[in-house]
């Protein structure tokens, strides 16, 4: 091996430390009545790249690799994992005796489909395996991943890559990942057969989802595992949803409207738990096309001059947005990168001070002294107040003399148009599983193609810019890829082709009963919840 053996990571001595801290009995099982603003998306695990369908995914399906709920990578599927003694190709040895929902037995084959199913072009994963050029099974129980080049991030990139079985799949028909930008379909859209710690009883899209207990969960004497059953309720109206809660209807609720927390931590059966999410919330610009299709300027495309985006940049307040729409349960920032990720630095973090008066010249000199009129589309259901954001910033748009007609609509209208290219204007937020600015760049500023920039809305496209993004998945010297991801961070900024906002901070309301941390990463993993 490359690396001496202390390198890899052992669940025999992280189980030991679990269980030491986490096991408790489970007499005491019960239910937990969970709501959120928005829905999953899918049941498909590789379909779409979105936090709340990944939160309850990770109910039911496993990676070979977790962030637990402090956000430090743990073992799952996989028991040992590092570098062999060929740089570019990582071993996972796999946990034994673990079983599927449906009693099948999880082996390499597993792992081998599921990642090359997650590489397909109709996966929303794809960016964070493309530095894999082959998946191998060893034997029954060791999987090896080849990449282009050495790639020290590779475990970074697995904390969401589901496994599913692979004869399930492929005798259900679902070998393509569902192409929901598309309108696709499969049968793993609305059924689940993993290996997680709960299993799927019963689904309707919007309304509830109910999942109970795995019996013969591997992580049995590992975890607390008290819940026994999940009710999973999507309450997309912030007064519905807190009134649930107060009326003891839900346990638990992941998104406090902010205008609500003094009245939740107030109540003696309640209670808030706060923490800053690694999350960060911006508008996007169609930099790239020649024209608009939904502006007033015919012929050319107002985003395309750096001076327009540079003077909507200072247009913003984004204190005014903190203290205002969001009541000071947000964290103003200049760059599209959360405070928890490798890469970020305060310079980068600052921001702009609101300034009308430059913001003006500044859009006289690009030759738009009297603006133009376009629409942004804004997602109602999926951040924290996300459609009263957008609404805030219309108005400071319309300050320097850009009519900004907004579109609201459910996330699930809302993405699409993001990842097809229909819309010139938009909100999108962006937490970073990998905690590295690499995921970033690989899914928001690379020219998109087959393997990356999925989420480039902008259209933003620079070769050179290409390669130092690419040069990141085989680049070992730390020193030097800290340099280079600094520089693509400076040629990102500069350009403007995205507007930050705020970084969010997490506002989990539950009843007293309930012995819960909040995860930076917004993803509740109910395996550990504690139910006094």
């Not at 709340?52 to 956000?71: I, K, S």
């Not at 937020?429 to 690989?442: K, L, M, Q, R």
Request: aromatic share 8%.
């Amino acid at each position: 091996m490359a690396y001496p053996t202390h390198r890899y990571l052992s669940v025999a001595l992280l189980g030991a430390t679990l269980a030491t801290s986490a096991v408790v009995t489970t007499a005491q099982a019960e239910t937990l009545r969970w709501a959120r603003a928005g829905d999953s998306l899918t049941l498909d695990p590789h379909a779409q790249n979105e936090g709340p369908t990944h939160a309850l995914a990770h109910q039911m399906y496993e990676p070979l690799l977790y962030r637990d709920m402090a956000g430090k990578i743990q073992p799952a599927l996989a028991t040992e994992w590092g570098p062999t003694d060929d740089p570019k190709v990582w071993r996972f040895k796999l946990r034994s005796g673990v079983k599927f929902h449906d009693g099948s037995d999880f082996t390499a084959d597993d792992v081998v489909f599921s990642m090359k199913r997650a590489m397909k072009p109709t996966s929303a994963m794809k960016e964070l395996l493309a530095s894999v050029t082959d998946v191998k099974k060893v034997d029954d129980m060791t999987v090896d991943l080849v990449t282009e080049g050495p790639n020290p991030l590779v475990p970074n990139n697995l904390t969401n890559l589901f496994i599913m079985d692979s004869d399930w799949t492929t005798k259900n028909g679902a070998e393509e990942p569902q192409d929901i930008a598309n309108g696709g379909d499969n049968h793993a859209v609305r059924n689940v057969n993993g290996t997680g710690a709960y299993t799927l009883v019963s689904r309707v899209v919007d309304e509830k989802t109910v999942l109970k207990a795995n019996p013969n969960y591997w992580g049995k004497g590992t975890y607390p595992l008290q819940v026994s059953e999940i009710i999973y309720t999507p309450i997309s109206a912030a007064a519905t949803r807190v009134a649930a809660l107060l009326s003891g209807e839900v346990d638990f609720i992941q998104d406090v409207p902010v205008q609500d927390l003094a009245r939740v931590d107030q109540d003696e059966k309640l209670k808030v738990i706060k923490a800053p999410q690694n999350r960060t919330i911006f508008f996007g610009m169609n930099v790239g096309d020649a024209d608009l299709k939904t502006d007033n300027v015919d012929g050319k495309n107002p985003f395309a001059d750096k001076r327009v985006r540079e003077a909507m940049n200072m247009a913003i307040d984004r204190e005014a947005i903190q203290k205002v729409v969001m009541r000071g349960q947000s964290q103003p920032t200049g760059v599209i990168m959360p405070p928890f990720v490798n890469g970020w630095t305060e310079q980068l973090d600052a921001y702009p001070p609101a300034d009308i008066g430059k913001a003006k010249a500044m859009m006289s000199d690009a030759g738009y002294a009297d603006g133009f009129t376009v629409a942004l589309n804004c997602p109602n259901d999926r951040y924290i107040n996300d459609e009263a954001i957008c609404q805030a910033a219309v108005g400071m748009f319309g300050r320097i003399g850009i009519k900004v007609s907004l579109d609201a609509k459910p996330k699930a209208q809302h993405f699409p148009l993001i990842k097809k290219k229909e819309t010139d204007f938009y909100m999108l937020g962006w937490g970073v599983p990998t905690y590295d600015s690499e995921y970033i760049f690989n899914f928001l500023a690379h020219t998109t193609t087959d393997k990356l920039g999925s989420w480039n809305g902008t259209r933003y496209s620079d070769a050179d810019l290409d390669a130092k993004i690419q040069s990141l998945a085989s680049e070992t010297n730390l020193d030097k890829r800290n340099a280079t991801i600094g520089e693509i961070w400076n040629t990102v900024q500069a350009e403007t082709i995205y507007l930050p906002i705020h970084h969010q901070i997490l506002n989990w309301g539950m009843k007293n009963k309930v012995d819960f941390p909040v995860s930076p990463s917004d993803q509740p993993h109910f395996k550990y919840m504690k139910l006094n």
